[in-house]
T-cell receptor
Framework: NAGVMQNPRHLVRRRGQEARLRCSPM?????VYWYRQLPEEGLKFMVY????????ESGMPKERFSAEFPKEGPSILRIQQVVRGDSAAYFC????????????FGPGTRLLVL | AQSVAQPEDQVNVAEGNPLTVKCTYS??????LFWYVQYPNRGLQFLLK??????LVKGSYGFEAEFNKSQTSFHLKKPSALVSDSALYFC?????????????FGTGTRLQVTL
């Protein structure tokens, strides 16, 4: 059973470009979480999604950031018009059910904005 | 609002000695508590969790943690440290509501095990 997959692993963007980060949850998992880790800091929750639904987006910046988890395909975290402050590691986690199951993390996407 | 405190940025221990990484939490109601480990340029690996039941929880790689409700703590322990345990350790909490929810993480504690 493959773990949580994220791609790309590293992404370099210039200011003003768009960044698209992809996350494929573990097989059988229908809950996806996105977290951001700034250098030398812990992980901060961004958004929690189930298939075709955003359940909790309380950690998402109000502008430029969006997330989706379509019926088919991976979850996408989209950052429009990136700025240098968006440089961070973005981690996706998945869990199988609605109860508080363990969240299993992917290897992360490291975004660098030049 | 829930929060986690890891009071030590770094813990140094000699190989073979016991180790403790401290964690205290604040959450409404009963907590779900987790420990994760992160190696350089890697994602987080799950170590153990407390949901309910025995206060002493055993996890991967010989780690264990003790839930103390009165002190709102969930310290990570290992009887005999290995050099390969050197990594960044995160404690996390979510409220025990019976449904899935976000994790709130501490700032992490770097464990350095030396020969």
């Amino acid at each position: 059973n493959a773990g949580v997959m994220q791609n790309p692993r590293h992404l370099v963007r210039r200011r003003g470009q768009e960044a698209r980060l992809r996350c494929s949850p573990m097989k059988g998992h229908s809950h996806v979480y996105w977290y951001r880790q700034l250098p030398e800091e812990g992980l901060k929750f961004m958004v929690y999604l189930q298939k075709e639904n955003i359940i909790d987006e309380s950690g998402m910046p109000k502008e430029r950031f969006s997330a989706e988890f379509p019926k088919e395909g991976p979850s996408i975290l989209r950052i429009q018009q990136v700025v240098r402050g968006d440089s961070a590691a973005y981690f996706c986690a998945s869990s199988p059910r609605q109860t508080q199951e363990t969240q299993y993390f992917g290897p992360g996407t490291r975004l660098l904005v030049l | 609002a829930q929060s986690v405190a890891q009071p030590e940025d770094q813990v140094n221990v000699a190989e073979g000695n016991p180790l403790t990484v401290k964690c205290t939490y604040s959450v409404s109601g009963n907590p779900y508590l987790f420990w994760y480990v992160q190696y350089p340029n890697r994602g987080l690996q799950f170590l153990l969790k407390y949901i309910t039941g025995d206060n002493l929880v055993k996890g991967s790689y010989g780690f264990e943690a003790e839930f103390n409700k009165s002190q709102t703590s969930f310290h990570l322990k290992k009887p005999s440290a290995l050099v390969s345990d050197s990594a960044l350790y995160f404690c996390a909490v979510s409220p025990n509501t019976g449904t899935a929810s976000k994790l709130t993480f501490g700032t992490g504690t770097r464990l350095q095990v030396t020969l």
